[in-house]
Nanobody, 124 residues
Framework: QVQLVESGGGLVQAGGSLRLNCAAS????????MHWFRQAPGQEREFVAG????????NYADSVKGRFTISRDNAKNTVSLQMNSLKPEDTAVYYC?????????????????WGKGTLVTVSS
């Protein structure tokens, strides 16, 4: 059974930083791309960042480029999202997700497993 467990959310002031982590288990982690999505209250879930199986290819939403960095450790079965220069509009529940193949996919329907999410709140 595949499990994705997020951690690291919390309350931070605008301009601050947070690091989210996702621990994966249940299948060969290094075979699949990993992603972060987010969902703000009253809004649809949206793509934030993705990293391909090797860690060498990454994609970011335009809204977070230059501020967020996704990385993975295939030896530890973890994926992280370093979030810097946070803004109030980054407030959302952040979800870790695994895609059905090795390459980054920005579509929700491209994911087959999801974590339960971790809340990030950025105060102004």
């Amino acid at each position: 059974q595949v499990q994705l467990v997020e951690s690291g959310g919390g309350l931070v002031q605008a301009g601050g930083s947070l690091r989210l982590n996702c621990a994966a288990s249940g299948r060969t982690f290094s075979n699949y791309a990993m992603h972060w999505f987010r969902q703000a209250p009253g809004q649809e879930r949206e793509f934030v960042a993705g990293v391909a199986w090797s860690g060498r290819s990454t994609n970011y939403a335009d809204s977070v480029k230059g501020r967020f960095t996704i990385s993975r450790d295939n030896a530890k079965n973890t994926v992280s999202l370093q979030m810097n220069s946070l803004k109030p509009e980054d407030t959302a529940v952040y979800y870790c997700a695994s895609s059905t193949n090795a390459w980054v996919d920005e579509r929700l329907r491209g994911m087959d497993y999801w974590g339960k999410g971790t809340l990030v709140t950025v105060s102004s």
